[in-house]
């Protein structure tokens, strides 16, 4: 067993004894022919403990008991805690980002309706004070109308759309 020892770079120990079952004198002692420093990682599993915590403070030694295990294990929940708190975070980031496509895309027949009501109006206020004027001033008439008829028409959009995104929160 001795030889097992010296060449071992892993060894877990769980047994029940009510002293150490390994001192650091016994485990120098086995471990004399290993290269030193050799790295060795010794994993004390027993309650309570069957390994001299002393060993930890010879070259080339970790000694992991129960209570490093447990502060490994409360770091990494911490940390699987902290990422599924984020992966939520992001879920309802891109959740409204979708409800507001879904909710602008909705959007799109009203919009049109609006635009075709517009043009309707403006054709019908063309066709009753338009036929008035002629050359330039016709054209100039028309051209006012039309830009007039962009900028009523974009403002309104604008908001239609943003009532949209207010709706997710967006």
Not at 19 to 31: C, G, P, S, W, Y
Not at 45 to 52: E, H, K, Q, T
Not at 147 to 170: C, P, S, V, W, Y
Request: glycine fraction near 8%.
């Amino acid at each position: 067993m001795a030889e097992a020892v010296r060449d071992a770079d892993l060894m877990l120990g769980a047994a029940f004894a009510p002293n150490f079952l390994v001192t650091r004198a016994m485990f120098e002692q086995v471990r004399q022919g290993a290269e030193p420093g050799r790295p060795v990682c010794l994993i004390d599993a027993a309650v309570p403990r069957i390994l001299d915590r002393e060993i930890r403070h010879v070259d080339g030694v970790t000694l992991l008991d129960i209570g490093d295990l447990e502060g490994v294990v409360a770091s990494n929940r911490e940390k699987r805690i902290h990422a599924s708190q984020r992966a939520w975070e992001l879920t309802s980031e891109e959740v409204a980002k979708f409800e507001n496509r879904v909710n602008s895309a909705g959007l799109g027949p009203a919009i049109e309706r609006l635009r075709l009501r517009f043009d309707e109006v403006f054709e019908e206020i063309e066709s009753e004070h338009g036929h008035h004027l002629n050359g330039d001033a016709g054209a100039s008439y028309i051209e006012a109308q039309r830009r007039l008829k962009q900028r009523l028409l974009h403002e309104a959009i604008l908001e239609i759309k943003g009532i949209g995104r207010n709706r997710t929160g967006d």
